[in-house]
């Protein structure tokens, strides 16, 4: 960095250019404000005015002045063999697409550079390898989560909770039933996800998926040898502390070591391969379903299938120290040598590791004069900027339980039962539910980087709440007549639309959204979200199933759907192609302004996209120059959320 350090009301007046208005009105930078209006502005709206300005921090600098910047960044951290790339990486992390009129750089860089924005997804094997460690994780989760559904068949009979008796039992049942579903993810709220933070900072990325996966394989061993219904409760909320830590942290490491022009494809392999990993548990059900008992071993099909989900993690505990570690987080640790070693693994040119570094630095430097000491779980919530990125992960993580997922992943066997499957094909059927939901999220590695996180969001709720409808109406139909067949349709459209939408964007989108002095607390207060709802969910439905039939159960998650729809529109902003630096300025945006847009926005719409009207385009709420434009669409003036 340059040597020069601009006071915070330099830095507060260069934001200000940052956020303007588009109408009749001044743009809020047009008027200097005074030395009384300084005093006033709180320490909180003056740190978020200022993260706003994080997205270009090298702006207004000379090519001199850059190269040296870099040159000195080489030396003082221990690079000065590579200084003559920092001199060039430097000089592009100012305009990463202004490299064909540099000076320094000769026609070698410009050819990576080049080929860098034709070629996005020509990436080092190590990258790749990396997502293979990601998507390992991801189907310990999976087969962690799924499994339970075929021994939900078996265990509940066996330790005196079966659902389906018809006695005053019933209705306990159902919830200690819902109870031991629910553990892992009762855990994971409560105590799960906030380990992520303390064993991130003490273990890093890589110890902390190598712990968790330890923890997952012991605790999946452990459950299938339980011999009470109390028993395994305790085991299946110990598996929580597997969960929890896990994926709050894999997600977040895949992004710090993606390119942004592909991180929301990489990030989002987190839940494909989460789908996978319930789809192989579904396998695991259908292979162990028919496993005899032995003598002294009652239940041996159910304890089979439980503690198959642990041999994943042993395949993640073997492999996860052969892949690098994030660079963001060495660099937060002050080890540049290795952090460049580590960009030099995951990127295809030395002088793309050396811009990456740079920039990383340059940003890091300004953050953290801004937040040395001070509270950062606090702040999570009281400045505005890291509140609207809390406020946006939670709506996706909500609803990511709410759209009614994993009320098919946990019970399909137990919801196929009741329209009149027998339990092989009622199982055979989950594992179609699996199946379906791996295959269709395919299209997102694509999708979600070209129609953004949030158009997935918007277009796919509607269908989701159709679909359940769909569902839960064919329980109506009477048997023998195709009941079985419209709702194994309604499940598996339902799931269709699910899996490019929903499913892969929550990790993502809350994996990307905070930033880096917060992320692993935002990640953990995200994954926390989603764990309780998904605890509401598992404990809660078998007695909704039994309370409201599967037509009322069914339709209470469609309801849900629609509400998504306008709680995405409305409070969710865009995410996609953006470095994780730029997008402080994303979420600069005052809600109520970002909210009044999109109210604004869609009757045009409307007009342009359903109705086919030639209409011009509605003036975008940001302006990408770049990086995250120099102004933003305001209607209805200007305010802090």
Not at 322 to 336: A, H, N, Q, V
Request: aromatic letters at 14%; one cysteine or more.
């Amino acid at each position: 960095m340059s040597n020069e350090n601009p006071s915070i009301s330099e830095k507060k007046g260069a934001v200000d250019t940052a956020y303007s208005v588009h109408d009749d009105k001044p743009s809020i930078h047009d008027e200097k404000p005074s030395a009384d209006d300084d005093r006033r502005i709180s320490h909180e709206e003056d740190l978020s005015r200022i993260n706003a300005k994080l997205a270009n921090p090298l702006a207004g600098r000379s090519h001199e002045q850059l190269m040296a910047d870099g040159e000195a960044f080489a030396r003082d951290h221990g690079l000065g063999h590579l200084s003559e790339e920092f001199k060039k990486g430097a000089l592009v992390a100012q305009d990463p697409t202004a490299f064909e009129t540099l000076p320094l750089l000769d026609d070698a860089d410009r050819a990576v550079l080049r080929r860098e924005l034709t070629h996005r997804w020509d990436q080092p094997g190590t990258l790749y390898y990396l997502v293979i460690l990601c998507s390992v994780a991801a189907a310990v989760q999976g087969m962690d989560e799924a499994v339970i559904n075929g021994a939900n068949l078996f265990y509940a009979p066996q330790f005196g909770i079966d659902p389906n008796v018809n006695t005053a039992a019933a209705g306990r049942n159902q919830w200690l039933l819902g109870l031991v579903n629910s553990a892992p993810y009762l855990c994971c709220a409560v105590l799960g996800c906030w380990l992520t933070e303390p064993l991130n900072r003490f273990f890093g990325r890589r110890g902390t998926i190598f712990i968790s996966a330890f923890v997952s394989f012991a605790a999946c061993i452990w459950q299938s040898v339980t011999n009470s219904w109390p028993h395994l409760f305790v085991a299946r909320f110990v598996l929580g502390l597997g969960i929890g830590p896990k994926s709050s942290t894999v997600p977040v490491y895949a992004a710090e070591c993606s390119p942004a022009s592909i991180r929301g494809g990489l990030v989002m392999m987190w839940q494909m391969w989460t789908a996978f990993g319930i789809m192989f548990g579904y396998v695991a059900d259908l292979a162990f379903y028919r496993v005899p008992d032995k003598p002294h071993i009652k239940g041996l099909n159910w304890r089979l299938m439980l503690g198959s989900a642990g041999i994943p993690a042993l395949a993640l505990m073997a492999q996860v120290f052969f892949c690098p570690e994030s660079p963001r987080w060495l660099m937060s640790k002050g080890r540049y040598d290795e952090a460049y070693n580590s960009l030099a693994r995951l990127r295809r040119h030395p002088i793309q590791a050396a811009r990456d570094l740079y920039y990383i630095h340059v940003l890091l430097e300004a953050e953290a004069e801004l937040t040395r000491g001070r509270n950062r779980y606090l702040e999570l919530f009281t400045i505005p900027r890291n509140r609207r990125a809390a406020l946006g992960s939670f709506i996706v993580m909500f609803m990511q339980q709410f759209c009614g997922v994993n009320v098919i992943a946990y019970y399909s066997s137990t919801i196929f039962t009741q329209a009149n499957f027998t339990e092989i094909q009622a199982l055979l059927a989950s594992w179609g539910f699996g199946a379906l939901n791996f295959v269709m999220a395919l299209p997102a590695v694509y999708t979600i980087d070209i129609f953004g996180r949030r158009n997935l969001l918007l277009l796919t709720f509607p269908l989701m709440s159709l679909f359940l409808l769909m569902t839960g109406f064919a329980f109506w139909i009477p048997e023998g007549t195709g009941r079985i067949a419209v709702v194994a349709l309604g499940i598996y459209l339902f799931d269709c639309v699910y899996s490019p939408g929903e499913g892969p964007v929550p990790f993502t989108y809350s994996a990307e959204a905070f930033p880096l002095y917060i992320r692993e607390i935002g990640m953990s207060f995200a994954t926390a979200v989603t764990w309780f709802f998904n605890f509401i969910v598992a404990i809660t439905f078998p007695r909704l199933l039994g309370a409201f039939k599967p037509q009322g159960a069914f339709g209470w998650y469609a309801g849900w759907n629609l509400i998504g729809f306008f709680l995405i529109l409305l409070f969710v902003p865009e995410t996609k192609a953006l470095s994780l630096e730029e997008l402080d300025q994303v979420f600069s945006v005052p809600t109520r302004v970002h909210a009044a847009y999109q109210i604004k926005a869609v009757p045009h719409n409307i007009k342009k996209y359903i109705f086919r009207m030639k209409i011009d385009s509605y003036p975008p709420l940001y302006e990408h120059e770049g990086v995250i434009g120099e102004k933003h669409y305001q209607p209805g003036g200007a305010g802090a959320a």
